[in-house]
């Protein structure tokens, strides 16, 4: 596997090439991607699904709806409310699956108003785990349950929107996402090969980061493994698989900080007029969907 756009000076000529042929497909939702291989409802009409002595009623959208809450960890509905679905927990899927107890909402408040986030719970989570047809190839889609880091909920809960605008991008040039990888699966992935048994005693921690780093497809700078907030796995139109890797930028990223995702070839995304890491410019919100943009 290759990243499809460590060099993004080949990710956007590729994009703008004339003559390329795009494989005769239609665009996929940008909710449609962590449910790809449930076993779970997926038409219009809600479906009895029975699970540890429960029965759970679903239909394709709530389906979706909870694979995507539950591959980002939490998500705003300001950003879900783009694929159809509204924005107040108490309304649509929302208020079904809150119901059935198999999301939880929470609100995050700053000057621009209140703002609803969604994670699933623990139940849910079992729900898709036990729902997921195994792939040949291993790569499983991983499922995430409740809020663990409540003072990034804030940076959390808007992955999505940065995934959904270069989803885009993928998709306008012929590819097809297959996969989400949040930061955490790779850090977990990381510690157990630093941690493995058969690591040797003198073992150079240098060597094994930057081997680590090229197993994985992943950039060291200045002895730093820099890792993605999202890793977007995808399909290219000819059968290939690579990878876009994801960054939503803060206020509070330094200088040298965004340097190195830069040089580790991320597509960063910050929100519109942030200050630090923005050019010195003023406004924007963290939570207005519309109002991301690509460093």
Not at 47 to 64: D, I, K, P
Not at 219 to 242: A, K, S
Request: proline share 4%; aromatic share 6%; with cysteine.
């Amino acid at each position: 596997m290759s990243r499809g756009s460590r060099d993004d000076d080949r990710a956007d000529s590729f994009d703008r090439t004339p003559d390329r042929q795009v494989r005769d497909r239609p665009h996929t939702r940008p909710d449609d991607a962590a449910a790809r291989g449930l076993t779970l409802p997926r038409g219009e009409d809600r479906e009895a699904v029975a699970f540890q002595g429960r029965e759970y009623l679903l239909n394709g959208s709530e389906t979706r709806s909870l694979a995507t809450v539950g591959a980002f960890r939490v998500v705003s509905l300001d950003d879900l409310s783009d694929d159809g679905r509204g924005r107040d927990p108490r309304d649509g899927d929302w208020r079904t699956l809150g119901a059935q107890g198999l999301v939880t909402h929470d609100t995050l408040t700053d000057r621009h108003g209140t703002h609803h986030v969604v994670a699933l719970t623990r139940e849910a989570k079992d729900l898709l785990d036990a729902h997921a047809a195994a792939r040949p190839d291993g790569r499983q889609q991983t499922y995430y349950a409740e809020v663990v880091k409540p003072r990034e909920l804030a940076h959390d809960s808007r992955l999505y929107a940065a995934f959904k605008k270069e989803a885009e991008r993928i998709e306008d040039a012929g590819g097809r996402v297959t996969r989400i990888v949040l930061d955490h699966e790779l850090k977990r992935d990381y510690q157990t090969f630093l941690n493995r048994e058969d690591r040797p005693a003198d073992s150079d921690l240098d060597r094994d980061r930057q081997a680590f780093a090229d197993a994985h497809d992943l950039t060291v700078v200045r002895g730093h493994l820099e890792l993605p907030d999202v890793r977007i796995e995808y399909e290219t139109e000819d059968g290939r698989i690579e990878y876009r890797d994801v960054e939503l930028v803060t206020e509070h990223y330094s200088r040298g900080q965004l340097g190195g995702k830069s040089r580790a070839g991320f597509a960063c995304y910050r929100a519109a007029g942030s200050r630090r890491g923005a050019g010195g410019r003023k406004g924007g919100t963290p939570f207005d969907p519309r109002n991301l943009e690509r460093l």
